[in-house]
Nanobody, 120 residues
Framework: VQLQASGGGLVQAGGSLRLSCAAS????????VAWFRQAPGKERELVAA????????YYPDSVKGRFTISRDNAKNTVYLQMNSLKPEDTAVYYC??????????????WGQGTQVTVSS
């Protein structure tokens, strides 16, 4: 499966952005999808995940209540709605997919990153 992330940009603190991850090549509904981010000098961090059946989602405490992951299998797209953005959310955001993977499972397919910059 090929993944294409988009929607990043520059936003002021407190603002919102919606990232999109468009998939092609396979039956997308069979894939669990996650969003990761990596800031300069920091380790990659999982920020949201949704199971392949859409029955489960995961958020770490750092984004819980502010970020929402959703998927539209008819459009082969997963979204990450990010609200109340903070400067510490600044990072390159990547979407990733794994075949029928669990929420915290293995993600074998990765899209290119999209830059999110939150100004204070």
């Amino acid at each position: 499966v090929q993944l294409q992330a988009s929607g990043g940009g520059l936003v002021q603190a407190g603002g919102s952005l919606r990232l999109s991850c468009a998939a092609s090549g396979r039956t997308f509904s069979n894939y669990g999808v996650a969003w990761f981010r990596q800031a300069p000098g920091k380790e990659r961090e999982l920020v949201a995940a949704i199971s392949w059946r859409s029955s489960s989602t995961y958020y770490p405490d750092s984004v819980k209540g502010r970020f929402t992951i959703s998927r539209d299998n008819a459009k082969n797209t997963v979204y990450l709605q990010m609200n109340s953005l903070k400067p510490e959310d600044t990072a390159v955001y990547y979407c990733a997919a794994g075949y029928r993977t669990g929420i915290l499972g293995v993600y074998d397919y990765w899209g290119q990153g999209t830059q999110v910059t939150v100004s204070s």
